[in-house]
């Protein structure tokens, strides 16, 4: 059993800054991709970003320059800074690991940090 534990999120001013944390916890042999994703209020989801095993990086366009994702291996844990934050990023953000077993691999998703931006 593997679960994907989301903490950071909240209220914040625009232009302000946020750090939202998403941890593994279970049993499992190693994780390699992670990613945050988003859904505002009537839209579909959204990926923001994404950090492989090796440390590789991608971006929506939206958020590039103002977002960082990081991971930290020996913590299971992928990490997401959120600066210049703007009103149009609110929205509920989930993390997602593909997580993989001896013999299983398997899509994670976190329970959802609501985050929103005051204009």
């Known amino acids: 059993q593997v679960q994907l534990v989301e903490s950071g999120g909240g209220l914040v001013q625009a232009g302000g800054s946020l750090r939202l944390s998403c941890a593994a916890v279970?049993?499992?042999?190693?994780?390699?991709?992670m990613s945050w994703h988003r859904q505002a209020p009537g839209k579909q989801r959204e990926l923001v970003a994404t950090?492989?095993?090796?440390?590789?990086?991608n971006y929506a366009e939206s958020v590039k320059g103002r977002f960082t994702i990081s991971r930290d291996n020996a913590k299971n844990t992928v990490y997401l800074q959120m600066d210049s934050l703007k009103s149009e990023d609110t929205a509920v953000y989930y993390c997602?690991?593909?997580?993989?077993?001896?013999?299983?691999?398997?899509?994670?998703w976190g329970q959802g940090t609501q985050v929103t931006v005051s204009s």
């Open positions: 279970g049993n499992f042999f190693s994780i390699r991709a």
């Open positions: 950090i492989t095993s090796d440390d590789d990086t």
């Open positions: 997602n690991m593909r997580v993989y077993g001896d013999w299983w691999d398997y899509d994670y």
